[in-house]
């Protein structure tokens, strides 16, 4: 996920109730989009002494990190119905990596675009929001490995408008401001009119949620987003409501921002996943929320990218 501009469309009151369905639902099995679920359990988690010694003094002293997160792009970070916790399997899975470094987590909502300049002017201590890892991005920070994901396209059951994310030219396109994939379609239109062809016409929004449901009421034709988010909205939405176009692609790792100075908390948080990895907290976290496919083996600071 990922600067925005404010679209001007107008949203009805329905697609705004549905937003919220999308962004305040918890995950799990739900018959109606919207009834009330259990949120998954958190996993208990002691300090580890050795990993907590790694943490810089001043953040150790101060015990608690505030962490920047725009939280509304469930399953992975989201508003609870009480409009201030935040949840989500990014939150459960950092959470319990600053239990074992005895540390605290502040979490601080704001705009997506607005996290890597918080985190580099001091603002927050960490960003956490589904951030796919990049090399332009980790020029500015440090980025945490700890999940992975792919790109997935969805459409309206059955597909009306037959799109193909391999040849959307002419086809109308949801997608949330500054991501990933917004890059992603922003390069496919080009290469429409590159070869002759009409452009996709793009609508941007600040939330995956109010990009899904103009797929939903029709005003667009598809949208894509992290395979999570994708998922997530097919379950909240219903039965016959949406589906899945094409096959998942370019799955990449997400990260844990910290300043690009801040090296030895980056290196702590690093070493709490790996713990979490082989006492097996990590994949307990994955599987509570049915993620365990974007699991990895290992947690790294600044991983090599592909291409």
Not at 31 to 36: A, F, R, T
């Amino acid at each position: 996920m990922d600067l925005h501009k404010p679209l001007s469309t107008p949203f009805s009151v329905g697609a705004l109730a549905l937003a919220g369905v999308l962004a305040l639902s918890a995950c799990g099995g739900s018959d109606e989009p919207g009834e009330d679920t259990a949120t998954p359990e958190k996993p208990a988690v002691e300090v580890d002494e050795e990993l907590a010694a790694l943490v810089p003094a001043d953040i150790a002293e101060a015990g608690t990190v505030a962490i920047g997160v725009e939280a509304s792009y469930p399953p992975g970070e989201y508003l609870d119905p009480d409009g201030e916790t935040v949840l989500g399997f990014n939150v459960d899975l950092l959470e319990a990596a600053l239990g074992k470094l005895d540390l605290e987590a502040d979490w601080q909502p704001t705009t997506f675009d607005s996290i890597i300049i918080g985190v580099d002017t001091g603002t927050y201590d960490l960003g956490s929001s589904s951030f796919t890892i990049t090399e332009e991005r980790m020029e500015q920070v440090n980025m945490i490995s700890y999940f992975s994901s792919g790109t997935q396209w969805f459409a309206q059951d059955g597909n009306p408008q037959s799109v193909d994310p391999d040849n959307a030219c002419g086809m109308r396109v949801a997608v949330q401001s500054d991501t990933t994939h917004d890059e992603d379609i922003e390069a496919r239109s080009q290469a429409c009119v590159d070869a002759g062809e009409d452009p996709i016409t793009i609508q941007k929004f600040e939330s995956q949620p109010l990009a899904t449901e103009t797929v939903v009421s029709g005003v667009n034709d598809a949208s894509l987003a992290d395979m999570p988010t994708s998922a997530y909205a097919l379950e909240q939405t219903g039965e016959g409501v949406l589906e899945f176009i094409g096959e998942q692609y370019d799955a990449a790792p997400y990260g844990i921002l910290t300043h690009k100075e801040g090296t030895e908390l980056a290196d702590a948080i690093a070493a709490a996943f790996n713990a979490m990895i082989e006492d097996g907290t990590y994949e307990q976290v994955l599987g509570e929320w049915g993620v365990e496919a974007g699991g990895l083996e290992s947690a790294e600071v600044n991983p090599a990218t592909e291409g």
